[in-house]
């Protein structure tokens, strides 16, 4: 059973930096996937960077250059570098991974394209 584990949150300053990580566990597969997304109260969780079936890196619009996702050769780790954090970016971020479904560009931010998350973890961003 794969099982993902996030770190690496906190709060921190508007215009600040923090970078989140997700350790793959128990991973026997290939992950057709790899994303973040991130959730705060009362709305639906939402896609925020991915690297899809092509191995392309794909980015929510409201990114905006300020954040960037990486990973580890051997796929076992996830990573989120964000920069130029602002208050709206607060929110519980999760990572996931898709593991039936191939797909390549925007249209794989969607959660339900993903079948493994990790717990999530809290970013606060203050004004």
């Known amino acids: 059973q794969v099982q993902l584990a996030e770190s690496g949150g906190g709060s921190v300053q508007a215009g600040g930096s923090l970078s989140l990580s997700c350790s793959v566990s128990?991973?026997?597969?290939?992950?057709?996937?790899r994303g973040w997304f991130r959730q705060v109260p009362g709305r639906e969780r939402e896609g925020v960077a991915l690297?899809?079936?092509?191995?392309?890196?794909v980015y929510a619009s409201f990114v905006k250059e300020r954040f960037y996702i990486s990973e580890d050769g051997a796929k076992k780790t996830l990573h989120l570098q964000m920069k130029s954090l602002l208050p709206e970016d607060t929110a519980v971020y999760y990572c996931?991974?898709?593991?039936?479904?191939?797909?390549?560009?925007?249209?794989?931010?969607?959660?339900?394209?993903?079948?493994?998350w990790g717990q999530g973890i809290q970013v606060t961003v203050s004004a």
């Open positions: 996931a991974i898709g593991q039936n479904t191939t797909c390549g560009g925007p249209y794989c931010l969607r959660p339900r394209l993903y079948n493994v």
């Open positions: 690297i899809d079936s092509f191995q392309r890196k």
């Open positions: 128990a991973y026997t597969g290939s992950a057709k996937l």
